[in-house]
């Protein structure tokens, strides 16, 4: 079962900040949160991960709390491109642990 | 750089009958894993390959099979075709300790 909870669906208007949020109350220490982004019937992309710093890359920032209970997606500035359903994940990086989708939150950017 | 591989894009197959999809690993990956996600639904665990073994499996009946090659490729056999088997599959390579990158995915329809 996925360790994240995620709401189902948020709007945004083009050009505005989307900020994503994700519940993963029980993260354990070595366990890294990861995002992923699927297009309609396109393959889940790789945006950003982290452990218990922000990061931040072309793509996307993400911001974690001091607690690593939740973390929040953001894009800057969403496009119409950026409609898109987004996946939250905890994954432990050592060995080869696989990823465990929830059902993710559908992301609708508006003109 | 070309990224992962599935082939067929598109199959339509009769329930009973039997299919094959095939992946070819990111450059540098050993480690390939198949997903499959039904309509509306974030992408289910199938199973995971390294060194030619199955590593991992998710909850998926024996009728879904694999193999990997020594040059990392794998493919994906599903026997007895149901209904129910109508998805997306996805395959996704990686390299231990790192990210995961996904294919377009073979979007099968059994009829």
């Known amino acids: 079962d996925a360790k994240t909870t995620q709401p189902p669906s948020m709007d945004c208007a083009e050009g505005r900040a989307a900020n994503l949020p994700c519940n993963h109350s029980?993260?354990?220490?070595?366990?890294?949160v990861y995002w992923y982004r699927q297009i309609h019937s396109q393959g889940p992309q790789y945006i950003i991960h982290?452990?218990?710093n922000n990061e931040t890359n072309e793509m996307a920032s993400l911001i974690i709390t001091e607690d690593r209970k939740s973390s929040t997606l953001i894009l800057p500035h969403a496009t119409l491109r950026d409609t898109a359903v987004y996946y939250c994940?905890?994954?432990?990086?050592?060995?080869?642990?696989?990823?465990?989708f929830g059902t993710g939150t559908r992301l609708l950017v508006s003109p | 750089d070309a990224g992962v591989t599935q082939s067929p894009t598109h199959l339509i197959k009769t329930r009973g009958q039997q299919v094959t999809l095939r992946c070819s690993p990111k450059?540098?990956?050993?480690?390939v894993s198949w997903y499959q996600q039904a309509l509306g639904q974030g992408p289910q665990f199938i199973f995971q390959?390294?060194?030619?073994?199955?590593?991992q499996r998710g909850n998926f009946p024996d009728r879904f099979s694999g193999h990997q090659f020594p040059n990392y490729s794998s493919e994906l056999n599903v026997n007895a075709l149901l209904l129910g088997d109508s998805a997306l599959y996805l395959c996704?390579?990686?390299?231990?300790?790192?990210?995961?990158?996904f294919g377009s995915g073979t979007r099968l329809t059994v009829v």
């Open positions: 450059s540098g990956h050993d480690t």
């Open positions: 994940i905890v994954r432990d990086l050592t060995g080869f642990q696989k990823l465990v």
């Open positions: 982290g452990l218990k």
């Open positions: 029980t993260i354990s220490g070595n366990e890294y």
């Open positions: 996704a390579s990686s390299a231990a300790g790192g990210g995961y990158t």
């Open positions: 390959y390294y060194e030619e073994e199955e590593r």
